[in-house]
């Protein structure tokens, strides 16, 4: 167990507070900063992206749009439309621009998605990104497929395929790696569950973390937009936010038919872009910038394979593998994953996202992020500090029973 002073008891009561309000979800670093003004917020461990993409984007945005002046454009001038943006992109995905809708993030697409297109019944494998079976509209079945954590809660394909075809749903939900254990499915078992399942209307595969994973040395991305056109039932999710770091402009992509983007322009998704987030996308599809970014998206995953190895040592606890810039650890027994995500926050500044929420998920677990490798050290010093005294506490409260 872990004891606070009564002061830190109220803080620990006010989170909790606050996590509530925001449901499925975590509170914003900013709502915390709002309502605990006591607590010193060092490391946002929370929320999932890359700090050297954001770093680079901030260094082409000083550059290019506040040195300039250019940002009166972007404050006084109307965004351009919805196929404007995704014309913008074609080139440098390689896919028509028929195929490619624009969201005001991924979360945006989600929605739009889930309640244009899923009408009879949903698969959604758990524990996974609430906003999928959240979204669900009145009178669609949901059908939970529960991943196994005897598995590390990793997709078992010949299973899955067989699920489905037993169920006959209309649409399915695979986020590649999985929200929030990490686990990767390669790119040719989702083209055999593509092959195996062709009377699935919707087969929904978001990538919102897909420039983390990889299948080789060379760390190359294995996206599946691809394969956009050969598999008319395909509908690619990709939230910028992540991979990026660049969460508060609100940027992502959906690939999909050229009929559902038509449906989705027609149904009120024509100016859902703000003048930042438009000059992100035309910045995305530079080579200039697409070239530096690489560089930091390869230096940010061998950090965070570094960060993950380094977990792994830490007594105590249990890290699931994961091939994303996050990972999801299981507490020791005796110790309540809010308390510990309290005390992380409360006595090192460091926010971690507790999973009490996730449907799926058994036993006590927190999902923590990788950040920079600085930020990586004192996290895995404060982990292994607030462990020490727990487990010290506990140590003494059975020699005293």
């Given amino acids: 167990m872990i004891n606070f002073t009564p002061a830190e008891r109220q803080i620990v009561l006010q989170l909790e507070r606050l996590k509530r309000q925001a449901g499925s979800h975590s509170p914003s670093i900013f709502t915390l900063r709002q309502k605990l003004a006591d607590v010193d917020i060092k490391v946002d461990a929370c929320f999932l ?27 006084e001038c109307y965004p351009s439309q919805n196929r404007v943006i995704a014309e913008t992109l074609a080139d440098f995905l390689r896919v028509d621009r028929r195929r490619i809708f624009i969201g005001n993030g991924a979360i945006e697409i989600i929605q739009a998605v889930i309640h244009n297109f899923a009408r009879r019944k949903v698969i959604i494998n758990i524990p996974t990104f609430s906003s999928y079976y959240e979204y ?24 899955y395929i067989s699920m489905v075809k037993s169920h006959q749903p209309d649409t399915i939900v695979l986020i590649n790696p999985n929200n929030p254990n990490g686990a990767y499915t390669k790119v040719s078992a989702i083209q055999r569950i593509l092959e195996e ?13 897909i420039h983390f994973a990889y299948e080789d040395e060379s760390y190359g991305l294995m996206s599946l937009s691809h394969l956009a056109s050969r598999y008319p039932n395909l509908v690619v999710v990709k ?21 559902r983007v038509e449906t989705l322009l027609a149904n009120g998704y024509l100016w859902n872009s703000n003048g930042l987030a438009e000059y992100f996308f035309r910045l995305y599809a530079r080579e200039d910038f697409a070239r530096r970014y690489e560089e930091v998206r390869i230096k940010y995953i061998l950090e965070n394979l570094q960060f993950i190895s380094r977990l792994k040592q830490v007594e105590g606890i249990k890290v699931y593998p994961s091939m994303a810039n996050f990972v999801l650890i299981e507490l020791p027994a005796g ?24 449907i799926g998920l058994e036993g006590q677990f927190i999902r923590l992020a990788s950040r920079s490798s600085i930020e990586n050290d004192y996290i895995l010093q404060s982990i292994s500090a607030c462990l020490d005294f727990s487990l010290v506490k506990e140590l003494e409260n059975e020699q005293v029973d």
């Fill in 49 to 75: 992206s890359n700090p050297y993409a954001t770093e680079l984007f901030i260094e082409y945005f000083n550059r290019e749009i506040l040195e300039t002046g250019r940002m009166r454009d972007l404050m």
């Fill in 136 to 159: 669900v509209k009145p009178g669609v079945e949901v059908v939970f497929n529960l991943l196994k954590k005897e598995d590390h809660y990793e997709l078992d394909v010949d299973e």
């Fill in 197 to 209: 399942l062709p009377f699935v209307e919707q087969v929904i595969v978001d990538e919102s973390f």
């Fill in 239 to 259: 939230s910028m936010s992540k991979d990026f770091g660049v969460a508060g402009i609100r940027a992502g992509y959906g690939i999909m038919s050229p009929d």
């Fill in 335 to 358: 110790i309540r994953s809010a308390d510990f995500v309290a005390k992380l926050l409360i006595t090192y500044g460091i926010y971690v996202r507790v999973c009490d929420d996730k």
